[in-house]
């Protein structure tokens, strides 16, 4: 098994390397992931910087004493793939952030589409944000990424279509779309753009802004995904498709 990975600010080790892991991450390494000297750990900044480390011992309950060497690069993969996710009701929205996460999609786009039930506004729709972004830091944790997905701040349809406009590849999934996701034509580096709409659909008038900004309608099959689901089975295709998973 790959070993436990643990979020930090900053790499700057003491004499030897010593690095002393304390806060909620040290007392989470001690007190519930019980890790002991030999054990092997990751850091990382959740942006690509990371470190294996083994730890030397334990102070109390919430303070990990590693050994640290060097610190490491991960370079940002190709193609980047974004999801545009339409706002769903309840906790699905962090259901779909964990998964797409898991998966490896590079950023999430929270959409306030026409057809949401659910909408993002003032005090409740900063709190609903921060729980997106915590459930991809907690997700990119337990996949072992050390570069985490971007979580947007909530974006209007017409943001949505300018970022379609700037992509090397923009597909939207809709049943109206003739061409299967699996068979579409990828690009080997640049952007992927692809916008997951609401349980209600994509209303006409969306799509057809889409399509104006260069984003085509895709399928992904027979069946018919919820809104919490279809970003997670699409962003496999896309990275299967593209060798990332290779």
Known sequence: MTAPVFVVEDFQAGGGGRYVLDGPEGRHAVSVKRLRAGEDVVLTDGSGRWADCVVLDTEGKDRLILQLDSVHEEPAEQPRVTVVQALPKGDRGELAVE?????????????????????????????ALGKWRATAREAG???????????????????????????????????????PLATADLPATGEIVLVVGPEGGVAPEELALFEEAGAQPYRLGRSVLRTSTAGTAAAAVLLARTGRWS
């Not at 072992?144 to 597909?171: H, I, N, S, Y």
């Open 99 to 127: 998964t797409m996460t898991e998966t490896g999609v590079d950023a999430i786009v929270p959409w306030a589409a026409s057809r949401c039930i659910t909408q993002w506004k003032g005090e409740r729709g900063q709190k």
């Open 141 to 179: 944790k337990q996949s072992r990424r050390v570069r985490f997905p971007e979580v947007a701040e909530a974006a209007t349809t017409k943001q949505v279509a300018a970022l379609l406009a700037g992509a090397d590849f923009a597909a939207v999934l809709h049943e109206s779309g003739d061409t």
